[in-house]
């Protein structure tokens, strides 16, 4: 039975790329033995949230199961995750229900300054190993770079991620003739009517992102798409997120995982969630910079392939934490 004697609070700026937030939560139990967890691009009362409660729900408080720690904080959930499940040696990707030992993986692009720039970075990428592409598009950056890259790369499995961006779906409808997977995220989150409205004019798979499963009841209903983007930090807990891959999987939903932002913790736990057996399509964990990160081994595809650790209990990376400590902005122990 866990007891936590102590804790510790990390803010990190990552240096490279965006320069965006992270939030780190260290647990050290009575025997010494150690949880990490991460939130990356935490809300901006999370911090003080934090500071103010998380003391009085963790130290000295005896507890059978991550579930029964009610922090309703990513970061928290992760920890007491990664501790519980070294202290009985197996793991994450075990405990959750996780079946692979290996996944596929999707690099994803950002927008070029030009199609034929963009076509040559696709073709690094495909020269790396990846049999997936995801682009990122935006009205007024989308038919055109992907009639470019599916003119040089007729086989290639190419999907596109919207970012909620688009507000009608003639765009959509074009670029769902160049052969596309997935469109994801095509409108605003939420618009499930408009959502459901595209699904029935294209032959992609429309794939959404939600934060509950409530989000995700309203998608089902009504049809509204044939994807679930599942990032497992943007639920309260992993428990949470699995109960998502449930319903999704139930309903006939391929899932893919997402999570390359943060330090690294995040991404081993989306790899974790990966492995469940529902979730079908291309892992998204490739998202520069790998500087940021602070585990080893670096959490990222070779080849295009993401290998699930299995031979290490918890998260299954070890953490540089004097890099760590070097690169928190704020901290707080307790």
Not at 68 to 81: L, T
Not at 86 to 112: C, F, N, Q
Not at 173 to 182: H, I, M, R, W
Request: proline residues 7%; charged residues 20%; contains cysteine.
């Amino acid at each position: 039975m866990p007891r936590v004697r102590e804790l510790e609070v990390f803010r990190l700026v990552l240096p490279f790329g965006r320069r965006s937030e992270t939030l780190l939560v260290k647990l050290t139990d009575h025997g010494g033995m150690t949880g990490w967890g991460e939130a990356p691009c935490p809300p901006p009362k999370s911090w003080s949230r934090l500071e103010e409660t998380l003391a009085a729900l963790l130290i000295g408080v005896d507890w059978e199961h991550p579930d029964a720690v009610p922090s309703g904080d990513p970061a928290v959930d992760m920890a007491c995750w990664d501790l519980w499940t070294k202290m009985r040696g197996v793991p994450l990707a075990e405990a959750i229900g996780g079946t692979r030992t290996s996944l596929t993986a999707t690099v994803r692009l950002s927008p070029d300054p030009s199609p034929e720039s963009l076509v040559s970075r696709v073709n690094q990428q495909v020269c790396a190993g990846y049999g997936h592409v995801t682009l990122d598009v935006r009205p007024g950056w989308d038919v055109e770079p992907v009639r470019a890259v599916r003119a040089a790369y007729p086989a290639l499995t190419l999907a596109v991620d919207c970012g909620n961006a688009y507000t009608d779906q003639g765009q959509l409808v074009a670029l769902d003739s160049y052969g596309l997977e997935v469109i994801e995220r095509p409108f605003a989150a939420g618009d499930v009517y408009a959502h459901a409205a595209l699904q029935d004019e294209v032959s992609a798979s429309v794939a959404v992102e939600v934060a509950s499963t409530a989000e995700l009841d309203d998608y089902l209903t009504v049809r509204a798409a044939r994807v679930l983007l599942l990032r497992p930090t943007s639920f309260p807990s992993l428990s949470e997120a699995r109960r998502a891959h449930d319903r999704a999987a139930a309903a006939g939903w391929d899932i893919q995982c997402a999570g390359g932002q943060g330090a690294g913790l995040a991404r081993a736990a989306t790899v974790a969630v990966a492995s469940l057996p529902g979730c079908t399509l291309p892992c998204d964990v490739t998202q520069p910079p790998r500087q940021n990160q602070i585990v080893t081994p670096i959490v990222g595809a070779d080849a295009g392939v993401i290998a699930v650790p299995l031979t290490q209990s918890g998260l299954g990376h070890d953490i540089d934490e004097s890099r760590l400590r070097r690169m928190a902005r704020e901290s707080f122990h307790a």
